[in-house]
């Protein structure tokens, strides 16, 4: 009894769970791992390009079935309460797909729509979404029409309509320009200051070694890392003490 109240309890602490998560792809992909997110944490999963990172966000978001393993969102185990589990989080991809021939504002309630969430609500959360990432302005036009940076902003405002826990970004700051950048970090430390969680992938060492809390590693479809920046420090053999100089020689003895 007393262990199966701790397993729950330890359950309701984290944001995110996986356990033994595998994926192949002829070759695995992702490869045991086994990671814990707290609530109300900023994590920043890193690694090489085809490392893992992306196969593994895409398991978590339910656009890719586990061959092994499990995963378990706010409590919920993601494949036996698909719904319930998705319902808590939201996934913004590194090329997100927007319907070009709709305007922000009609975008945001089609997705809303989509959560079931009421149409007045909808349009309220809506509008302060676009105030927020300075897109009110452009509510008359056409997506189409929209930059890079616009439509990065604007797949964010979709992904955070329903008020989720957890947000999962794979390289949210892609094509953004330094205001745009700027507001993005913003809005997202300010999710986690709420009691939210973040979880990111990102190229731009200087941006998880900024905002996350903790920070892992992925290489070859393993975890072969993770903790504070500090804690990394401190298990580096050359002294490193930029998360660059880490990263690089983590990800080296690991090869």
Do not use: C
Request: no cysteine.
């Amino acid at each position: 009894m007393t262990n199966s109240f701790s397993a729950a309890l330890d359950d309701q602490q984290h944001a995110l769970q996986l356990t033994g998560l595998s994926k192949s792809f002829g070759r695995p992909a992702v490869d045991q791992i086994d990671l814990k997110v707290r609530r109300g944490e900023f994590y920043a999963l890193l690694g090489p390009n085809g490392a893992g990172k992306s196969t593994t966000l895409k398991m978590v978001a339910g656009l890719l079935l586990p061959d092994a393993g499990s995963i378990h969102i706010l409590g919920i185990d993601l494949q036996r309460d698909p719904a319930a589990a998705k319902q808590k989080l939201a996934y913004l991809p590194d090329d997100p797909m927007l319907y070009n021939k709709l305007k922000p504002l009609e975008y945001l309630e089609f997705v809303a729509g989509l959560w079931g969430m009421p149409a007045v609500q909808a349009q309220d959360k809506a509008a302060e979404l676009l105030d927020w990432l300075d897109l009110s302005k452009h509510r008359e036009e056409l997506i189409e029409g929209f930059s890079r940076g616009m439509k990065q902003k604007l797949a964010l405002a979709g992904a955070l309509i329903h008020e989720p826990e957890l947000i999962i970004l794979d390289e949210p700051l892609t094509g953004l320009d330094v205001a745009a950048a700027r507001q993005v970090k913003d809005l997202l430390l300010q999710h986690v200051a709420r009691g939210g969680t973040v979880i990111l992938t990102t190229h731009i060492l200087e941006v998880a070694e900024r905002l996350a809390e903790r920070i892992g590693i992925i290489q070859h479809g393993k975890l072969i890392v993770e903790g504070t920046l500090e804690e990394l420090r401190e298990q580096s053999l050359q002294g490193a003490k930029s998360l660059e100089d880490l990263f690089l020689e983590l990800t080296e003895a690991a090869t």
